[in-house]
């Protein structure tokens, strides 16, 4: 079983709708939850993060977070072009995991 | 300069070369880590530094060997690699090993020839 699973797409949305990124993880002690995101030819960076159950907005961008699931999803409302990237979700129990990512193509 | 920064940008090494990836950050942080990416595949962690010390070694063959001289500086030494070491070598730095998301360098294209 795969420690961190995301869907590895491609996820194609239109310009403006919402896109929906999903991942489960394995290890039910895990504390905390990223999501990054990494452009074709560069190195991941760091969009969100959430420790608690439930959801957390920063513009854009919601986190959500289900640990009795093991689920954490991130949800991108008015998608751009300028998002289409490869999404990692990361899991951190004393070190940091990551799935394969997802990737989303927005269309214009 | 800022954030984290690794060098080479890009490597091609035959299989008995020896080189050395370098990587530094300029954020304070106390926790530095090498992971690897291979196409398609999840970020593999090889290496873990806490406050320059080792915590963490992820079954990495031998040929890899890491080095942190201080909290600011991580260095991947390469000897005798094979062509499936082939991949992108992305250093990262964090405040501390948990709960903290991690700032990564634009990392080092490696080829094996």
């Known amino acids: 079983q795969k420690e961190v699973e995301q869907n590895s797409g491609p996820l194609s949305v239109p310009e403006g709708a919402i896109a929906s990124l999903n991942c489960t993880y394995s290890d039910r002690g895990s504390q905390s939850f990223f999501w990054y995101r990494q452009y074709s030819g560069k190195s991941p960076e760091l969009i969100m993060f959430i420790y608690s159950n439930g959801d957390k907005e920063d513009g854009r961008f919601t986190a959500q977070l289900n640990k009795a699931s093991q689920y954490v999803s991130l949800l991108i409302r008015d998608s751009q072009p300028s998002d289409s990237a490869t999404y990692l979700c990361?899991?951190?129990?004393?070190?940091?995991?990551f799935g394969a990512g997802t990737r989303l193509t927005v269309k214009p | 300069e800022t954030g984290v920064t690794q060098t080479p940008r890009h490597l091609v090494m035959g299989m008995t070369n020896k080189k050395s990836l370098k990587c530094e950050q300029h954020?304070?942080?106390?926790?530095m880590y090498w992971y690897k990416q291979s196409a398609k595949k999840p970020l593999e962690l090889m290496f873990v530094y806490n406050f320059k010390e080792q915590t963490e070694n992820n079954s990495v063959p031998s040929r890899f060997s890491p080095e942190c001289p201080n909290s600011s500086h991580l260095f991947l030494h390469l000897h005798t690699l094979q062509p499936e070491d082939s991949a992108l070598y992305l250093c990262?730095?964090?405040?501390?090993?948990?709960?903290?998301?991690?700032?990564f360098g634009s990392g080092t294209r490696l080829t094996v020839v």
């Open positions: 990361a899991v951190n129990n004393n070190d940091m995991r």
């Open positions: 954020l304070g942080h106390n926790a």
């Open positions: 990262a730095s964090s405040q501390a090993v948990q709960d903290y998301g991690y700032t």
